[in-house]
């Protein structure tokens, strides 16, 4: 996800903390710093000489076949220079390592709070065309990439708007409101059947599975090539994108209040 999506999970788990789980992510990150305003860090970090190590921790590049076969397999999937599966299992062990130092936990806590949202965008758990970066596009007649759409585009129309706290803090308030009482309030449990910090590992792989299925149902069901996006292709993507946002946050607030708990 871009900036908006990341802000808007973060917005959303920040939400569904626990008292002691806001303590604990404060003590981390620092007193008066939001989840949502470092929750697109590791996307500038991964652009620095220091942090090119993370680029590949982003995504598995699931080698399936959509639209025809979708899966997620971790030992042909996950290449040795890691993925998101190995990332997000690392961190959430990195996390709560009491001999690391003050900065490597705020960098754990971080970047999980990163790729627990990027692991919900269903072409971060896909090798198809480098996770739909190689499938030209248009959007609004100005070319692009399927890859991009899905990060930034469609989800900047969806909330109304480029990065600012007001568009997030409504999008999520939106998507809170859809969990709490409308059309997510019985999938909700399903979201996170699996948040047991102690096998991070096999919970990330069901996170990337669930998100890997949508590129058969819907993401790459079509010859996305040369397609302009806004519009039948956007109006379809749009629940999809409501969902896994909110999956994400959902999810990510549920994994933090564990850790919390077992700290
Ligand atoms: N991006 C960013 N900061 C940068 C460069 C790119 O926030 N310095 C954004 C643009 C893409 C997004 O990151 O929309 C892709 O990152 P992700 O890995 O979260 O999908
Ligand atoms: N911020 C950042 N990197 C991002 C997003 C935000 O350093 N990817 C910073 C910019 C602002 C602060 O966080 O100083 C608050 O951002 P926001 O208004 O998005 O909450
Ligand atoms: N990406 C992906 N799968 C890949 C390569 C990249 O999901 N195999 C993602 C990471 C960024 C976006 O695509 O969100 C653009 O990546 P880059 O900036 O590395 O081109
Ligand atoms: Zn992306
Ligand atoms: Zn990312």
Same mark, same amino acid.
């Given at each position: 996800?871009? %900036? =908006?999506?990341?802000?808007?999970? &973060? ?9 002691? @789980?806001?303590?604990? %992510?404060?003590? !981390? ?6 989840? &949502? ?5 590791? $996307? ?10 993370? @680029? ?12 025809? *076969?979708?899966? =997620?397999?971790? *030992?042909?999937?996950?290449?040795? /220079? ?5 990332? +997000?299992?690392?961190?959430? *062990? ?11 936990? !705020? ?26 970066? $190689? ?18 585009? !469609? =989800?900047? /129309? ?7 706290? &007001?568009?997030? $803090? *409504?999008?999520?308030?939106?998507? +809170? ?17 699996? %948040? ?11 996170? @990337?599975?669930?998100?890997?299925? #949508?590129?058969?149902?819907? =993401? ?6 040369? !397609?302009? #996006? ?6 379809? &993507?749009?629940?999809? +994108? ?16 564990? #850790?919390?708990? @077992?700290?």
């Amino acid at each position: 996800w871009g %900036v =908006v999506g990341h802000a808007t999970v &973060a917005t959303i788990a920040d939400n569904y903390l626990t008292t002691e @789980a806001k303590t604990y %992510v404060a003590s !981390m990150l620092g007193k008066d710093v939001s989840m &949502a305003s470092i929750a697109s860090w590791a $996307d500038d970090y991964r652009y620095t000489t220091a942090g090119k190590f993370s @680029a590949p921790y982003h995504f598995i590049d699931a080698e399936d076949s959509p639209p025809t *076969s979708c899966s =997620v397999n971790f *030992s042909r999937d996950c290449t040795t /220079k890691g993925c998101s599966i190995s990332a +997000i299992a690392n961190y959430t *062990s990195r996390v709560q390592d009491s001999s690391l130092s003050a900065t490597d936990r !705020m960098e754990a806590m971080e970047f999980l709070i990163h790729f627990l949202g990027d692991i919900t965008q269903p072409l971060h758990d896909e090798a198809e065309e480098v996770g739909g970066n $190689d499938i030209s596009v248009t959007w609004d007649g100005a070319t692009t990439n399927l890859h991009a759409c899905w990060d930034t585009q !469609m =989800v900047e /129309k969806i909330a109304g708007g480029e990065n600012s706290t &007001a568009t997030v $803090d *409504s999008f999520a308030a939106t998507l +809170i409101a859809q969990i709490d009482n409308g059309t997510y309030a019985s999938q909700k449990a399903d979201w996170v059947s699996c %948040v047991d910090i102690t096998t991070a590992s096999d919970c990330a792989l069901e996170w @990337a599975q669930d998100a890997n299925a #949508l590129n058969c149902q819907y =993401v790459l069901q079509n010859d996305e090539s040369g !397609m302009e #996006l806004d519009g039948t292709y956007y109006t379809g &993507a749009v629940p999809y +994108i409501e969902l896994q946002i909110s999956k994400g946050g959902y999810r990510l607030g549920a994994w933090l209040n564990n #850790l919390a708990a @077992a700290a």
